[in-house]
């Protein structure tokens, strides 16, 4: 295996070392066949046998059994936003809006003529933090109320998934699908592109339960409809073939290393240690997130005293090895995305150049 540096982009993101070096060995050669995984029919009996095994592995992770399908769309979560709407909203839809992605959502429903109730938004303070439940007006007879777990750009998450507010809750997840236990055996339908947490770009990983689809509306387009998607296991047409084995490789990991209940406790000590560097900075290095409770355990975002500074910061980490810190562009600062496959050493790393780089720089 070449040289790897510790890689903080937001997405794509980095995956796991033996993730990469299983699915090199499956591209090149699947199971000693002489062919890779990217080269058969997804018609065959070896990708048969990896999507069968990709939903059995996303099931098992999460807990949830026959009253849920596994599919996987491709498009990307954006345009999710828009077939969730076209399939499920029939009146009206809550949404809440605590970020760039769900104020995404919400617009692509408004793109379609069709209305989203906003049921609360932190917009006027930047997304600095997500609207707390008290605050939400939701309407009790929208056709499902939909929220981002995890604010990708900002770097807050939703401390719990909010289920008992709607029994048809729809979850954005992309930035954080599995990297902790999840309510998704309470929700109506959970989505993440899977470029942050779960593999390569190009395939979306959605759960939707059984009981949403005598009410689906018809969209005209049979690539667009949950229901005949999940009756055909995401094979209508060709899936992302070779996205779909790197996911595979990469659920096998997270099985290997403790299921999510591991992912949880590594991700939670991996953000301690950034968190703790930003805290005990003297004021240093100041958090973007200002609800405390709700600090991101994927995207950590701060900023130094200038953007001079910042510009330093960036510069001086990637000659340490440690790359893609830029913070995006409408926000700023530094932001360090540490999904699963991130080690706990990146942190460490990362904290101890933070210290040493305040002091010289201070
Ligand atoms: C990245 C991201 C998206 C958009 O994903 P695409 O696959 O590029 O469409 C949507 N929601 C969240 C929370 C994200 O982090």
């Not at 003529?113 to 049921?119: D, I, M």
């Not at 990469?250 to 209940?261: C, F, K, M, S, T």
Request: charged share 25%; net charge neutral; aromatic share 8%.
């Amino acid at each position: 295996m070449s040289h790897r540096v510790f890689n903080f982009s937001a997405g794509p993101a980095m995956l796991p070392t033996e993730v990469l070096e299983a699915s090199a060995k499956g591209l090149l050669d699947y199971q000693g066949k002489g062919f890779g995984i990217a080269e058969c029919s997804h018609r065959g009996k070896e990708f048969d046998g990896v999507v069968d095994e990709a939903i059995a592995k996303t099931k098992s992770l999460l807990g949830i059994g026959d009253e849920h399908d596994v599919l996987f769309m491709q498009g990307g979560a954006t345009m999710l936003f828009s077939v969730i709407a076209m399939n499920l909203l029939h009146t009206s839809a809550d949404y809440l809006v605590s970020g760039e992605w769900s104020k995404k959502a919400a617009g692509a429903v408004k793109d379609l003529g069709l209305k989203a109730n906003v049921v609360a938004t932190s917009e006027a303070t930047n997304f600095d933090r997500a609207p707390l439940p008290s605050e939400w007006k939701l309407d009790p007879n929208a056709d499902y109320f939909h929220v981002c777990s995890n604010e990708t750009v900002h770097g807050h998450r939703l401390v719990e998934w909010p289920t008992s507010a709607s029994k048809n809750l729809i979850v954005d997840a992309s930035s954080e699908f599995m990297s902790r236990p999840h309510p998704v055996k309470d929700c109506a339908l959970v989505y993440a592109g899977a470029q942050k947490n779960l593999g390569p770009s190009g395939v979306v990983l959605v759960v939707v339960r059984k009981d949403v689809y005598p009410k689906l509306k018809k969209t005209g387009i049979k690539l667009f409809d949950f229901k005949a998607l999940a009756e055909n296991k995401s094979m209508i047409n060709t899936p992302a073939t070779f996205g779909i084995y790197v996911l595979l490789e990469n659920l096998r990991w997270i099985e290997r290393h403790g299921g999510l209940v591991g992912m949880e406790k590594r991700n939670a000590e991996k953000a301690k240690l950034l968190y703790d560097a930003i805290d005990n900075s003297g004021g240093y290095y100041s958090p973007f997130v200002a609800v405390k409770e709700q600090r991101s355990h994927m995207n950590v975002n701060y900023r130094l005293p200038s953007e001079e500074k910042t510009e330093a910061f960036i510069k001086e980490a990637a000659k340490n090895g440690m790359v893609a810190l830029k913070g995006y562009r409408t926000v700023g600062g530094i932001r360090a995305s540490i999904y699963n496959a991130m080690p706990v050493e990146g942190c460490q790393a990362l904290a101890q150049f933070m210290g040493d780089f305040a002091k010289k720089n201070g």
